[in-house]
């Protein structure tokens, strides 16, 4: 089975720079993904990290170390628009579905 | 284009009633999947299936059952409707376990009465 932990809430000031972690325990794994879902949308994909390291896409970052089994999902220059609830999900070997935490809640103040 | 599209978007019912929900995606992905996301925002895979086989989630009960016409259509089917079973249902398609690739509908919003 597979199980991903990540804070409920996280509230940043616009223009600041805020992380998401997420840690995981998953027999067997292929890669950590983010999600994005704002109130009353759909989850829309935003990175995906197979290797360790960092990927970076415009201002969201995203790091993977397996080791620590541990990930996490950076935004840069916050806007109000990036309100929105951050999933972060995984793969187990053998199941072919992505499992997703219980998503943290970000709310960007002014 | 709508990649991922499913209806209705709203569905109001009473208890004991069945009902279903439709889904088509036009990405070419061999892979599609119900995800029910309930009050508190947990997203929680019920099935995956691709033309090899369908994955069902040990917790989904059998009241629920999809339904594929064909690769590109994956229908949920749900008996007998509980208050329990209120909830925003995702369908989502990818090629096969590739968590980059997911791409989700807009949702429909069950509620039962």
């Known amino acids: 089975g597979q199980s991903l932990e990540q804070p409920s809430e996280v509230t940043a000031v616009e223009g600041a720079i805020v992380q998401i972690n997420c840690t995981y325990q998953t027999s067997g794994f292929y890669g950590l993904s983010w999600y994005q879902q704002h109130d009353g949308g759909a989850p829309t994909f935003l990175s995906y990290n197979a290797l360790d390291g960092l990927e970076e896409t415009g201002r969201f970052s995203s790091f993977l170390s397996r080791s620590d089994s541990y990930g996490y999902l950076l935004l840069q220059e916050l806007q109000m628009k990036d309100s929105a609830s951050y999933f972060c999900g995984g793969i187990g070997a053998g199941s072919y579905q992505l499992t997703f935490g219980k998503g943290t809640k970000l709310s960007v103040i002014p | 284009d709508t990649a991922v599209s499913q209806t209705p978007k709203y569905l109001v019912t009473q208890m004991g009633n069945d009902k279903s929900i439709k889904c088509e995606q036009n990405?070419?992905?061999?892979?599609m999947y119900w995800y029910k996301q309930d009050s508190k925002k947990f997203l929680k895979i019920m099935f995956s299936?691709?033309?090899?086989?369908?994955?069902i989630n040990e917790t989904v009960p059998n009241r629920f059952s999809p339904k594929s016409p064909d690769k590109a259509h994956l229908n949920l089917h749900i008996n007998s409707l509980e208050l329990g079973d209120s909830a925003v249902y995702f369908c989502?398609?990818?090629?096969?376990?590739?968590?980059?690739?997911?791409?989700f509908g807009s949702g429909t919003r069950l509620t039962v009465v």
């Open positions: 989502a398609s990818s090629q096969e376990g590739q968590g980059d690739g997911y791409t």
């Open positions: 990405l070419g992905h061999d892979t």
């Open positions: 299936y691709n033309n090899k086989e369908l994955i």
